[in-house]
């Protein structure tokens, strides 16, 4: 990839995340059924950047964001934060990775402890981050709230209390009360009906630019893509398949997949108002081939040479794309 390291937050090469597959019991075939969640995934994020990572359900994308924040060790690979390789095995580095690293989650119910108040889960991040003074608690909550656009009242409420705008607005107000490097947003979204995601949406590009963040924005949802990000990544079963300029991706796609994934934009506009992610879901899932291009199986546009695998190579500046298409159209037949 043609970037310049010394401006990356963060920079992920070749990442691999294994799961034991379901029903496996350790012991017996150790080592036989692992399913790869992400497999082989290199991107970097350049400071003050907004890169989209764009996928249908299952592709891989939490999983990398759970990476990023320490929650899930890499199986294989490299990830650097601010030009640091974190060691996932020493618990300086996963605590180093913490305090540069916010993210509010996919679920905005599972993620806020019910029993707690708003001020709690807020204060819980200060506590954590160890670099606040206890004296300063309070007016850190009071202005982490105020920034990501909640009222005082409401720092002695419950979860259950809020709406799911607002939820996610605690999440936020959580992420980013210690500053952050890097802001990940899974699927932020994605639950609230469209007045409230424009809302959010808003109060996210604007904290970008007070905070001077530099964020990885998740998403089943190309609007949301278009609105907010710089560039974008599309993750095929846990390989990204193609990286560019948001609006490269989005006006000319290359990958086969990414062409497929914004055809079908059209046809969710029009018939789905709230729920546009399950719509996605519905239209673009597909098996990947478990050798060669893993794409191949469903790809319109396949040919005798996908039978081995594509690199993420650059085909033009600044735009991957892992396609054979691309590579070498000289040995199409
Ligand atoms: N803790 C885990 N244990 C076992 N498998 C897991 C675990 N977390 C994720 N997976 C598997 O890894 C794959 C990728 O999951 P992931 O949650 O990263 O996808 P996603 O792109 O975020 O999907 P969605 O859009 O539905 O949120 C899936 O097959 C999932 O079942
Ligand atoms: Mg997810």
Known sequence: MNVDASSNIV????????????????????????????????????????????????????????VL????????????????????????????????????????????NP????????TEALVASKSVKKRMYDSAVLDSLERVGLRRSSLEMHPRELSGGEKQRVSL???????????????????LDMTIQ???LNT???????LDLS????????NVVRYMSSRVGVLFYGKLVETAAAREVLMAPKHPYSEELLSNIPQLVATQS??????????????????????????????????????????ERGHDVACFLYHDSMQRT
Not at 37 to 50: H, L, Q, R, W
Request: charged fraction near 30%; aromatic fraction near 8%; glycine fraction near 8%.
């Open 173 to 191: 107000a959580r992420a980013l009360v210690v500053p952050k490097k890097l802001l990940i947003l899974d699927e932020p979204t994605s639950s």
């Open 274 to 315: 709230l729920d546009s992610n399950a719509a996605t879901r519905a239209l673009v899932e597909h098996s990947p081939a478990s050798e060669g291009c893993i794409y191949r199986n469903v790809c319109p546009k396949v040919f005798d040479k996908c039978v081995d695998e594509p690199e993420l190579a650059e085909v």
């Open 11 to 66: 920079e992920i090469e070749d990442l691999v995340v294994r799961f034991r597959a379901r029903g496996h019991k350790s012991g017996f075939f150790r080592g036989a059924s692992w399913n790869r969640a992400v497999n082989g995934v290199s991107f970097s994020i350049k400071k003050g950047e907004t890169f989209g990572l764009v996928g249908e359900t299952g592709s891989g994308k939490s999983t990398i964001a759970r």
């Open 115 to 122: 029993r707690l108040t708003v001020r709690d889960i807020v």
């Open 198 to 200: 424009a809302q959010v």
């Open 215 to 222: 964020i990885l924005f998740i998403t089943h949802d190309i």
């Open 204 to 210: 996210l590009r604007k904290l970008k630019a007070e």
């Open 69 to 112: 924040v320490g929650l899930y060790k890499p199986s294989s690979g490299r990830v650097r934060i601010l030009g640091r390789e974190i060691n996932y095995r020493k618990k300086e580095d996963v605590f180093y990775l913490r305090q540069n690293v916010g993210i509010v989650f996919q679920d905005p119910v599972g993620s806020l």
